[in-house]
């Protein structure tokens, strides 16, 4: 055989060789990819499966949400549709609690893809569509303001059985409910804290992941919600996540839109309990960010047209001035169109802890101690205040003070009623009390002279 015959042969055996090799090794790579696909899909159907178990395992009992945290889902649905699958859900009914953790599973879905998800969750809110998945917050809620009101006369009363006479009994409750407010059973009301365990809208939802999500483009996103939403409720959540992610960094527009809201409230015919409570949410937004320049604005507000008291602007002074707020609710407390007893109250009820140290304090405290046509018992009761110190050890420079103040207004108090401050006060003084100024013995009513307090 030549030489180029054998090379020849020589040649397609090594093509062939080399063709097998490039055969066998595209099998291999084929093998290895089926084998990476049938391990995705089992880790898929694995992972389905585990939720699929949490939703039956909730069904009797609906306990606390189990979220299932995976990259699959978010990596297998665009951020548009995760956004329209939670659009379509609305939780209720007996299957409210599954349903409730796809919410929960989509959220964080939306979370997992990061700042890409952004424009979606943006766009989503620019549209003002909503699923409400808290009943309760979305209901009508009662006004709150709480303690009720004695009764008063009527016309037909009034003829029937003497109408000066009722009336004075109609104003001797009024006084004595205000000493029972000042007690510690005046109204107040708190701010919303706006904590919750699940989102009680998909909004509020939404505002969750992009603090998750974080970075500017999720910030400036809050930043949209708080200057364009117009919903109170919206704008305090967007700035607490602003808030939390970046400190005081946004704090002029939050600021901004709250004046503006508290001064020109937009009509809403809404009555969900949130929507009722607007004025409140737009104070968490001053309390977030530590303002006291409403304080000037709130002091004008704090008397409404009708006569009650405005008590969103009086908390807000009350938490924000504190003691510097003493004047105006003096100035309130003295107005002839405030008569609301639960009002009075939680004017003069501010006043206590600075009794003796605060001349606005202690002038509101006087108008009532020495008003001879207050009933002696309601003069009395709100005398005892000036002996009730907080803490378990009293400060002596405030009971030095309160003794003082009582010393100069004894003159025109009920003399049982001064004794027994007066002791209380100079006891804690270590002051030794005149026989004279003693507190007399109280006589059970019947009881025999020289026995006090005993029957005969």
């Known amino acids: 055989m030549s030489s180029a015959a054998k090379w020849m042969g020589g040649a397609a055996v090594v093509a062939v060789l080399v063709g097998a090799a490039a055969w066998f090794q595209a099998r291999q790579e084929l093998a290895s990819t089926q084998v990476e696909l049938a391990r995705a899909r089992q880790e898929g159907a694995d992972r389905q499966k585990e939720l699929e178990a949490a939703r039956s395992a909730s069904r009797p009992s609906e306990p606390s949400l189990v979220v299932v945290r995976t990259n699959l889902i978010a990596a297998a649905v665009s951020p548009t549709e995760l956004l329209q699958r939670l659009a379509q859900l609305r939780p209720a009914g007996a299957d409210k609690a599954h349903q409730m953790r796809d919410v929960v599973y989509y959220l964080e879905a939306l979370e997992r893809v990061g700042e890409p998800a952004v424009p979606e969750i943006r766009a989503f809110l620019q549209r003002f569509e909503d699923v409400a998945y808290d009943a309760d917050a979305m209901e009508p809620e009662e006004p709150a303001d709480a303690e009720p009101q004695p ?218 101690v020495t008003n001879q046509e207050l009933p002696a018992q309601v003069r009395g009761m709100v005398l005892q205040s000036l002996s009730r110190t907080e803490g378990e050890t009293p400060d002596l420079a405030v009971v030095q003070q309160r003794y003082d103040l009582l010393q100069s207004l004894k003159p025109q108090l009920e003399a049982e009623s001064y004794r027994r401050v007066n002791a209380s006060l100079a006891k804690q003084l270590g002051i030794e009390v005149s026989a004279e100024d003693a507190p007399r013995a109280r006589r059970r009513e019947g009881a025999a002279p020289g026995r006090p307090g005993r029957a005969p």
């Open 151 to 368: 009764p008063q006369p009527n016309a037909r009363s009034e003829r029937a059985q003497g109408g000066a006479n009722e009336r004075e009994q109609a104003r001797r409750q009024q006084w004595e409910q205000l000493a029972r407010a000042l007690n510690g059973r005046a109204a107040r009301r708190s701010l919303p804290r706006m904590n919750y365990d699940l989102p009680p809208t998909l909004r509020i939802g939404l505002m969750d992941s992009l603090k998750d999500i974080g970075g500017e483009p999720a910030e400036l996103t809050l930043v949209e919600v708080v200057q364009q939403s117009g919903r109170a409720f919206e704008i305090a959540y967007a700035s607490k996540q602003l808030k939390a992610l970046s400190g005081d960094r946004w704090r002029e527009p939050a600021l901004a839109t709250a004046y503006e809201l508290l001064q020109n409230p937009p009509e809403s015919g809404s009555k969900a309990r949130v929507d009722r409570r607007a004025e409140d949410y737009l104070y968490v937004v001053l309390d977030l960010f530590g303002d006291t320049g409403f304080a000037e604005t709130a002091g004008r507000r704090l008397v409404r047209d009708d006569g009650t008291l405005d008590r969103g602007s009086f908390n807000y002074l009350a938490r924000t001035l504190q003691q510097n707020a003493l004047p105006t609710f003096q100035a309130v407390f003295n107005d002839p169109r405030v008569t609301n007893l639960v009002d009075r109250a939680s004017l003069l009820q501010q006043a206590m802890p600075y009794l003796g140290a605060d001349p606005a304090a202690n002038a509101m405290f006087t108008s009532v």
